[in-house]
Nanobody, 115 residues
Framework: VQLVESGGGLVRPGGSLRLSCAAS????????MSWYRQAPGSERELVAS????????NYANSVKGRFTISRDNTKNTVYLQMNSLKPEDAAVYYC?????????WGKGTLVTVSS
C-alpha cells in the first residue's frame, strides 16, 4: 500500500488549497479514505472521510462548510478541497485508509496558513 500526498504549501488566511492523495497497491475503489491532520504539539485529528464509492462523506465540525473531500476511483486519487483557510488549519495533512485492520498512512503534506 502506498499513499502519496501532494498539494500543500503556504497560503494566506481566506485562501484555498487542494490536496491530492495518490493511492496504489490495493483496490482503491473498495475502501473508504480519510484525511487527517496534525499541528505541532497537537494530536492527529480526523478532518474528513469518504466512502468507497464516494456517496457518503463526513467532516470534522471545524471544517464543515469550508472543506470538501472527493475521490476519483478511475485515478485512484482522493482530494481535499480547502477553502476559507484559517491559521488554525495549519498542519501536516495525512491521507489514511484501513485495510484488513492495518492502518495505512501517507507521509503527509504541510499546509501553512499565514499572512
Amino acid at each position: 500500500v502506498q499513499l502519496v500526498e501532494s498539494g500543500g504549501g503556504l497560503v494566506r488566511p481566506g485562501g484555498s488549497l487542494r490536496l491530492s492523495c495518490a493511492a496504489s497497491g490495493f483496490t482503491f475503489s473498495s475502501y473508504a479514505m480519510s484525511w487527517y491532520r496534525q499541528a505541532p504539539g497537537s494530536e492527529r485529528e480526523l478532518v474528513a472521510s469518504i466512502s468507497s464509492a464516494g456517496g457518503s462523506t463526513n467532516y470534522a465540525n471545524s471544517v464543515k462548510g469550508r472543506f470538501t473531500i472527493s475521490r476519483d476511483n478511475t485515478k485512484n486519487t482522493v482530494y481535499l478541497q480547502m477553502n476559507s483557510l484559517k491559521p488554525e488549519d495549519a498542519a501536516v495533512y495525512y491521507c489514511y485508509t484501513c485495510i484488513g485492520r492495518v492502518n495505512d498512512w501517507g507521509k503527509g503534506t504541510l499546509v501553512t496558513v499565514s499572512s
